[in-house]
């Protein structure tokens, strides 16, 4: 599976910033989601775009999907010392259904 | 809200023994199962993909022979990881897929040889 670029791949911020990730993929998709992982845990579902929309809101979260550019955007803003995770962009392409995943981006949020 | 079950969450094996990791869909029948891989600091990689009934369609490198994937029925992939090594100790994660709704995907489980 062809993996998207996730830019930055490690981001360090302070208690109370807005913290920006970015992904990019390869291919046309049917809809892209976020989810993040605590260290050595299991996966949790953030937020989900469908291919159709360009900005998605949940909570503290945002997410844009500019689909000309393939690309994805999540922002966490008022970021908070738990928010310390790495965080995937999931895309699934019309034809495959595959989940694919981007290089992910390690946030540390100090308190 | 569409459930999988992965278990074990985490394992120890000895080196050479073989350890097998169940994913059940609980309350929806998952056409096609997904099994990924990652090793620390890194990301979520395609082992293979399993439609129910037939044979699991292996990512390039990834030993087929090793890995084995049984997907007999339409709830239930295992993935048994045969003379395991220590350099397969890694973070297996599974993912179903319902027709018509995407995918949901299992807690995990940590592999641990030694």
């Known amino acids: 599976s062809q993996q998207g670029e996730e830019d930055p791949q490690a981001l360090s911020i302070q208690e109370g910033e807005n913290a920006t990730m970015n992904c990019s993929y390869k291919?046309?998709?049917?809809?892209l989601q976020w989810y993040r992982q605590n260290s050595g845990r299991g996966l949790v579902h953030l937020i989900l775009?469908?291919?159709?929309?360009r900005e998605k809101h949940s909570g503290r979260l945002r997410v844009t999907l500019d689909t000309s550019k393939k690309s994805s955007s999540l922002l966490i803003t008022a970021s908070r010392a738990a928010d310390t995770a790495s965080y995937f962009c999931?895309?699934?392409?019309?034809?495959?259904?595959?989940?694919?995943f981007g290089r992910g981006t390690s946030l540390i949020v100090h308190p | 809200g569409a459930v999988v079950s992965q278990h074990p969450s985490w394992v120890i094996c000895k080196s050479g023994t073989s350890v097998k990791i169940e994913c059940r869909s609980l309350?929806?029948?998952?056409?096609?199962m997904f099994w990924y891989r990652q090793f620390p600091k890194q990301s979520l990689m395609l082992m293979a993909t399993?439609?129910?009934?037939?044979?699991?369609?292996?990512e390039q490198g990834v030993e087929k022979d090793k890995f084995l994937i049984n997907h007999a029925s339409l709830t239930l992939s295992t993935l048994t990881v045969t003379s395991a090594h220590p350099e397969d100790s890694s973070f297996y994660i599974c993912?179903?897929?319902?027709?018509?709704?995407?995918?949901?995907f299992g807690s995990g489980t940590r592999l641990t040889v030694v």
């Open positions: 993912s179903a897929r319902q027709l018509g709704y995407g995918y949901t």
């Open positions: 291919t046309s998709i049917n809809n």
């Open positions: 775009i469908r291919s159709n929309e």
């Open positions: 999931v895309s699934s392409s019309g034809g495959s259904y595959i989940p694919t």
């Open positions: 309350d929806f029948q998952a056409t096609t």
């Open positions: 399993s439609n129910e009934g037939s044979k699991a369609t292996y």
